[in-house]
């Protein structure tokens, strides 16, 4: 999302050492043995996962903290984020190496994956292979972010392998619930797990990110009137009353991108309202009397969310005090599924020069190249994101085999 200055930094002995202790035949097994096992937001898997990275931080030899989230008290928090995926249970996993206090840095990753889409798309109709082809590995998260899990995993085994003595904490976390919401995370910080700074090794374009749109997820249910489609107008379609509304947000996403931040690097459309779910009507010969859309609405960098919500609320109530249906039928807006503010760390935060440099630094030692780019809200603590990978969420997804770790 934006460019950092690439420090020089010269890579002492303690950072050949665990560099040349990195195991990367471990490492692509790691990220094979993560793809393999389905881990869609909400599911046992995702559960399974966690117990799996749970027990190979333990293995290490960090002291592991795996704990049951309690669901219904995370909904009654305040700070809530929302959820989107039906769940029955989720899984707190941290682990910590050296001495007590306070972590100085934090790695951390997801587990969860979005589903699989159409398995037309997927090579051998098949996501869940964790297939090696070439320099590639398939499979649905292979670059949200199983490699960058696996990454932060590999760090680890690299710290304990060389010997390295800690001065001050290292922590790994993973989470569940990124997909929907960040609920993981959430449930990860009141559990009281923080660290002077994090690093998220989320797919990035091998950029270093360190600012966050957020995204609220809506629901907009527009009211017809039914009848028969051989007596249309005697009725009033549904979805014929939501087009103006959704030209609306198409004009509330101009004015909300009119004058993206710097930081955006050239993203015309940082902070989209898009609308991915569509439901109306239940008969083909029948004229719709109701209309459910379901989208997401960007939240600018600095802006509350509660400001987001209102200026959607507005936007949609304007448009139907002018439209002769919704004037007299207003269509109703709610907010149910995952809600996360935007965020940022300061770009002349001493952990952006860290890592760039570090990265410059290992870069120019030939440890692979670097990659692309996407992420996840920065929140409560200073974060960056950083990991080689390509957009997140095609149907395809598919990672480089992953190179020896470099950030941090
Ligand atoms: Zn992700």
């Not at 941290?94 to 699989?116: E, I, R």
């Not at 249309?232 to 947000?249: I, Q």
Request: hydrophobic share 45%; aromatic share 4%.
């Amino acid at each position: 999302m934006t460019a950092v200055p690439t420090a020089c930094a010269e890579l002492t002995a303690a950072d050949l050492a665990i560099l040349d202790a990195v195991d990367e035949q471990a490492l692509v097994d790691d990220l094979v043995g993560l793809l393999q096992v389905p881990s869609v937001t909400g599911t046992d898997a995702e559960s399974e996962l966690q117990h799996r990275q749970a027990a190979a931080l333990a293995a290490l030899g960090f002291d592991v903290d795996a704990w049951r989230l309690d669901l219904g008290e995370l909904a009654a928090h305040p700070d809530f984020p929302g959820t989107e995926a039906p769940r029955v249970e989720g899984y707190g996993v941290v682990g910590t190496l050296g001495p007590a206090g306070v972590p100085a840095l934090v790695l951390q990753g997801h587990v969860d994956v979005v589903p699989t889409g159409d398995l037309d798309h997927w090579l051998d109709r098949d996501p869940w292979s964790g297939a090696i082809r070439g320099s590639s590995v398939h499979g649905r998260g292979a670059c949200d972010m199983k490699a960058g899990v696996a990454a932060n995993l590999a760090v680890a085994r690299a710290m304990v392998a060389c010997g390295m003595r800690l001065e001050r904490p290292l922590a790994v976390h993973a989470v569940v619930s990124e997909e929907d919401g960040g609920l993981g995370a959430f449930a990860t910080m009141l559990r009281g797990h923080r660290g002077e700074a994090a690093v998220i090794s989320e797919p990035t374009s091998g950029r270093i990110v360190v600012a966050n749109a957020g995204a609220l997820t809506f629901a907009i249910r527009v009211c017809g009137r039914a009848t028969h489609g051989s007596t249309k107008s005697a009725g009033h379609s549904a979805f014929d009353a939501f087009l103006p509304v959704y030209a609306a947000l198409a004009g509330l996403e101009r004015e909300r991108n009119a004058h993206p931040d710097a930081l955006f690097d050239g993203n015309a459309l940082p902070y989209p309202v898009s609308v991915g779910i569509v439901h109306a009507g239940d008969w083909a010969s029948s004229v719709p009397d109701l209309l459910v859309a379901e989208g997401r609405l960007g939240v600018r960098l600095d802006e509350p969310p509660a400001a987001a919500r209102a200026a959607l609320e507005h936007t949609v109530a304007a448009a139907c005090e002018r439209d002769p249906w919704l004037c007299d039928h207003p269509a109703e807006v709610s907010w149910p599924g995952g809600q996360f503010a935007s965020g940022r760390l300061d770009a002349a935060h001493p952990l952006v020069y860290e890592v760039a440099g570090s990265i410059a630094a290992v870069d120019r030692r030939g440890r692979g190249p670097p990659g692309r780019h996407g992420g996840r809200p920065l929140r409560q603590r200073p974060a960056a994101l950083r990991r080689p990978g390509r957009h997140p969420h095609p149907p395809l997804r598919s990672g480089r085999r992953p190179p020896r770790p470099r950030a941090a």
